[in-house]
């Protein structure tokens, strides 16, 4: 079966701008996190969904947005970007959070 | 607050000879514990997970975990390093697995060396 497809895989955008991020999880999957890597704060946790309902929330501020359309399909979005929003992003889905959680293979932004 | 410490930033193992990763956990209920492996510039791959049952996990790639409550321990292990195992590992754990408010918590990760 398909796996987890990320969308775009590279971005560069200037500060300022903001962004938009997609996955698409593996099919039947109802649950999306999201989750950002960077060297210095390694991988951090930035907000689930799950049929459309954002269910939890990291320590993340307010430009970070996202959400889940009714395919599972989900979008994050990051307003006025800051250098330090430089970072792969990486999307996981699961169902019903037993079996594990497969990744995407992410989106690196990259901010200048 | 739930936390996964691993003590290791990088290992250097020889070709094949065996590999131990540690891997230890902070979280006062039952852990559902993961391995994560990812290559430079790559999503995280599943390697195995432990949610109940038998301590000693079976993964993919010749990989297994020992899950040790007393010691709030899961090492990873490989009884034969190949160089295509030179990546980063990184083991987690879930949160609040009952309460719908799931999220992955991760180690800072362990770098892996294969050398000739």
């Known amino acids: 079966k398909a796996g987890v497809t990320q969308t775009p895989r590279y971005l560069i955008k200037t500060r300022g701008q903001q962004v938009t991020l997609s996955c698409s999880p593996i099919s039947g999957h109802r649950s999306v996190s999201w989750y950002q890597q960077t060297p210095g704060q390694g991988l951090q946790f930035l907000f689930e969904?799950?049929?459309?309902?954002?269910?939890n929330k990291g320590n993340f501020p307010g430009r970070f947005s996202g959400r889940q359309f009714s395919n599972s399909r989900s979008e994050m979005n990051v307003s006025t970007l800051e250098l330090g929003d430089s970072a792969l992003y990486l999307c996981?889905?699961?169902?019903?959070?037993?079996?594990?959680?497969?990744f995407g293979s992410g989106t690196r932004l990259t901010v200048v | 607050a739930q936390s996964v410490t691993q003590p290791d930033i990088h290992i250097t193992v020889s070709e094949g000879a065996s590999l131990e990763l540690r891997c230890n956990y902070s979280y006062g209920a039952t852990p559902y514990l993961f391995w994560y492996v990812q290559s430079p510039g790559q999503g995280l791959q599943l390697l195995l997970k432990y949610f109940s049952g038998d301590t000693l996990v079976q993964g993919i790639k010749g990989f297994e975990a020992e899950f040790k409550r007393s010691q709030s321990s899961f090492n990873l292990r490989k009884p034969s390093v190949h160089w295509s195992d030179a990546a980063e590992y990184f083991c987690?754990?879930?949160?609040?697995?009952?309460?719908?408010?799931?999220?992955?918590?991760f180690g800072t990760g362990t770098r892996l060396l294969v050398s000739p």
């Open positions: 969904y799950f049929s459309e309902t954002q269910r």
């Open positions: 996981a889905s699961s169902f019903p959070g037993r079996d594990g959680y497969t």
């Open positions: 987690a754990v879930v949160t609040n697995m009952n309460t719908g408010f799931q999220k992955l918590v």
